[in-house]
């Protein structure tokens, strides 16, 4: 039995492996295509400014912890200085609540003395406290990006 090739001159064979090729090579190319417009778009996560404006010191009774809801953290006068704490827990992301003395999370049970110290519970380490500046238009303006020291605080 003898295989001639049809009559147009391409076997059957040939013609699938050449479709075969040429779905490949068009998908290969779309893909390539799909990946760069992919590139070109840019992959940024528009997070909130970590700075903001908390009033002004006049708002702030002397001897008062306010709790900035919207923000998370504590914002402490004494006198004429202003300090501010961090009031996401250490441990897993929950809101601290204020205590009696110091602050409480309600969700682990850790417990920061009134310095944002750990005292006890799972929390890794205490809470942070955050930069406090005045802005140009005498507001106390909080950078949460700029952690400082306990004993740093803004004098007014």
């Known amino acids: 039995m003898n295989h001639l090739p049809p009559p147009n001159g391409v076997p059957r064979r040939s013609f699938f492996q050449l479709t075969l090729g040429w779905l490949a090579a068009t998908f290969a190319t779309a893909a390539s295509a799909v990946a760069a417009v992919r590139f070109l778009v840019p992959n940024v996560l528009y997070e909130p400014s970590q700075r903001f404006k908390a009033g002004k010191p006049d708002d702030y009774p002397d001897g008062s912890v306010t709790f900035l809801e919207d923000e998370r953290v504590f914002l402490l006068r004494k006198g004429n200085t202003f300090r501010c704490l961090s009031a996401v827990c250490t441990h897993l992301g929950c809101t601290v609540n204020r205590a009696d003395r110091g602050y409480h999370c309600p969700c682990h049970g850790s417990v920061f003395s009134d310095q944002g110290k750990v005292e006890s519970g799972p929390a890794p380490h205490g809470l942070p406290w ?27």
């Open 130 to 156: 955050f930069l406090v500046t005045l802005s140009k238009d005498d507001r106390l303006l909080v950078d949460k990006s700029e952690v400082v020291p306990a004993d740093k605080y803004l004098v007014v």
